[in-house]
Nanobody, 119 residues
Framework: QVHLVESGGGVVQPGGSLRLSCAASGSIFGINAIGWYRQAPGNERELVARVTGGGGTNYGDSVKGRFTISRDNAENTVYLQMNSLKPEDTAVYYC?????????????WGQGTQVTVSS
């Protein structure tokens, strides 16, 4: 069994920063992709940032230039550095990972962490 453990959410003022982390633990043979999605009330879940197994990255257009995704050397933890936060960044942020566990790949979601940007 694989678990995704998220941390780092909270309440910040506009222009502030937060760093989210997501650690994957359990029976992990490899990580095909890991990253972050978010969902605000009334909106569909959207890609924030992700890292593929080959090291490539993707960012949502709304966060490019402000957010940075990175991995540690073990490739079982992903970080999202969020700078210059705006009220429209307010959402529940979900860690997502596609993980090789045993002989197959499985998709996992974290429970979500609330990010609120408000004065």
């Amino acid at each position: 069994q694989v678990h995704l453990v998220e941390s780092g959410g909270g309440v910040v003022q506009p222009g502030g920063s937060l760093r989210l982390s997501c650690a994957a633990s359990g029976s992990i043979f490899g990580i095909n992709a890991i990253g972050w999605y978010r969902q605000a009330p009334g909106n569909e879940r959207e890609l924030v940032a992700r890292v593929t197994g080959g090291g490539g990255t993707n960012y949502g257009d709304s966060v490019k230039g402000r957010f940075t995704i990175s991995r540690d050397n073990a490739e079982n933890t992903v970080y999202l550095q969020m700078n210059s936060l705006k009220p429209e960044d307010t959402a529940v942020y979900y860690c997502y990972a596609r993980i090789l566990s045993g002989a197959a790949y499985y998709s996992y979601w974290g429970q979500g962490t609330q990010v609120t940007v408000s004065s």
